[in-house]
């Protein structure tokens, strides 16, 4: 199989590569990092104007239609600069979930504004106590006339507090726990009722514990068929952990690239570090490791839209296994093999340990996929 980006898939990753590199440094992640909002809306102009929040949104919508390698071709870079904006929680999952209803006006609607940077909308589905069974949403809409009362807990929403729009699921029959009885709601960040509890990640990045009391919301703001929303959310839940394993791939390529730096440079003894053969070994280690995660990336990229939904999960859930797995080795060498100094704020080697830790635990970790791709296996 070839996996080498085509023409147009490397000018899109040629095209993010360069404007982070030269834009978003290490000073302006730290200044950004820092502010009360912790992203910075300027960026996000110029990331619609290069096209990286209209890269899957569909052509009718006036994005560019494309799919999860064009996503991968950018996510390595979003990573590598610790892009603190919301593109996995907006550009790449919201615009998935949106997806599956652009026949519907609202929908549509908020696409068109989504790719030109003009609206932000995140899903909020997670709750405390899911352990991240997609299917546990004990939030209540309940039919008053022709609105909806919302009522209910979203727990860890990614930059809740950067979006005019939250997706938020909530179940319109049925208990808690069952496939069936979930609907989508699009529902204003600033209605009256939501509440807001923001905090910074491990990583930097925001979200927020937001709880709905008493939301009303307009009977043509639900998505879809009542109770019926389920599956497209876990089809774009999907597609977004295949993008963060591109992410975190990004992050241990400038892991590796920043370390084996680091020991040619470093002198002791009057000799480089790097001539040592134990740490040679070490960062052969870290290469084999990292090469595993690039190619359990690409096969998550490819399998993410199989309409096979057994044989997509087992891909995506042996691929964040590794990965974890692989960005943990390779976030503890590194900053063991940068010494003390490798821990301190200062580095960008920290913060990069730090978003690898982040994304182990976002969708589940290593643990939660290994016993997921079991159960999914057995029988096969």
């Not at 980006?5 to 730290?30: I, T």
């Amino acid at each position: 199989m070839n996996f080498e980006f085509s023409d147009e898939q490397r000018q899109l990753h040629d095209a993010v590569e360069r404007y982070l590199s030269e834009q978003y440094g290490f000073d302006r992640f730290k200044a950004i990092k820092g502010s009360a909002a912790g992203w910075d809306p300027a960026v996000w102009r110029d990331l619609a104007e290069l096209g990286v929040l209209a890269i899957t949104v569909p052509a009718a919508q006036g994005g560019l239609g494309f799919g999860p390698l064009e996503t991968l071709a950018m996510m390595g870079d979003c990573g590598r600069s610790l892009l603190l904006e919301p593109v996995l929680s907006s550009a790449v999952i919201a615009t998935a979930v949106l997806r599956a209803f652009a026949d519907e006006t609202p929908a549509a609607e908020l696409l068109a504004a989504m790719a030109t940077g003009e609206k932000i909308a995140v899903l909020a589905h997670f709750e405390s106590g899911a352990r991240y069974e997609s299917q546990w949403v004990s939030t209540r809409a309940r039919r008053t006339g022709e609105s909806y009362r919302l009522d209910g807990h979203k727990a860890v929403v990614m930059h809740a507090g950067a979006a005019d729009t939250l997706l938020v699921s909530a179940r319109t029959a049925q208990e808690t726990g069952d496939a069936q009885g979930v609907s989508l709601f699009l529902v204003p960040r600033a209605a009256p009722g939501v509440v807001l509890d923001a905090y910074p990640t491990v990583d930097g990045q925001r979200a927020a514990d937001v709880y709905l009391q008493g939301v009303e919301v307009p009977a043509g703001s639900r998505l879809g068929l009542e109770g019926a929303a389920l599956n497209p959310i876990e089809a774009a839940l999907d597609i977004g952990l295949a993008a963060l394993c591109a992410d975190a791939v990004g992050v241990m390529q400038a892991l590796v690239d920043a370390t084996v730096e680091y020991v040619r440079q470093r002198q002791q003894f009057g000799h480089p570090i790097g001539r040592f053969q134990v740490l040679q070994h070490r960062i052969a280690d870290m290469l084999v490791h990292l090469e595993q995660a690039r190619s359990m990336s690409y096969l998550a990229a490819l399998r993410c839209n199989d309409k096979d939904i057994g044989a997509r999960r087992r891909a995506l859930s042996a691929a964040k296994a590794v990965i974890g797995q692989a960005g943990r080795f390779v976030g503890q060498q590194s900053l063991q093999l940068h010494g003390g100094m490798g821990m301190t704020d200062e580095l960008k080697v920290s913060h990069w340990f730090k978003r690898l830790t982040a994304a182990q635990l976002m969708f589940g970790d290593s643990d939660v996929h290994l016993q997921r791709y079991a159960e999914l296996t057995r029988g096969c």
